[in-house]
């Protein structure tokens, strides 16, 4: 059997960058599916000119839309990574800190031992 070459640590990142953007990317395709079905809707019920339905369908397909569309976007600045640097280097500066906190405290438990 192979051995594993990759450090753990960054193999389990991989995997969590990998969830994360098949994740993004199943919730394009529902988009994009969805998109297409309320506008082919939208687009029949211009066409035949229905008095059956009343002017919030047309407003509430729309907002819909963009606010869905608002939410893609923040996903795929999330999956992609495509925030203000500030922030990417803010989460880095808090997992560095905690990383350390975990030694200083392990650190410690270890020499109040007997």
Avoid: T
Wanted: proline share 4%; net charge positive.
């Amino acid at each position: 059997m192979e051995q594993n070459q990759y450090d753990p640590i960054k193999l389990e990142k991989a995997k969590k960058r990998l969830l994360i953007l098949k994740a993004f990317y199943s919730h394009l395709v529902v988009y994009l599916v969805v998109c297409l079905l309320m506008l082919l809707f939208f687009v029949i019920y211009r066409v035949a000119d229905w008095d059956m339905f009343p002017d919030w369908v047309r407003w509430n397909i729309m907002i819909n839309l963009l606010l869905w569309s608002v939410g893609l976007f923040f996903h795929w600045v999330y999956a992609f990574r495509k925030g203000p640097k500030f922030l990417r280097n803010w989460e880095e500066r808090q997992i560095k800190k905690y990383m350390e906190k975990q030694d200083a405290d392990l650190g410690s438990h270890q020499r109040n031992r007997p």
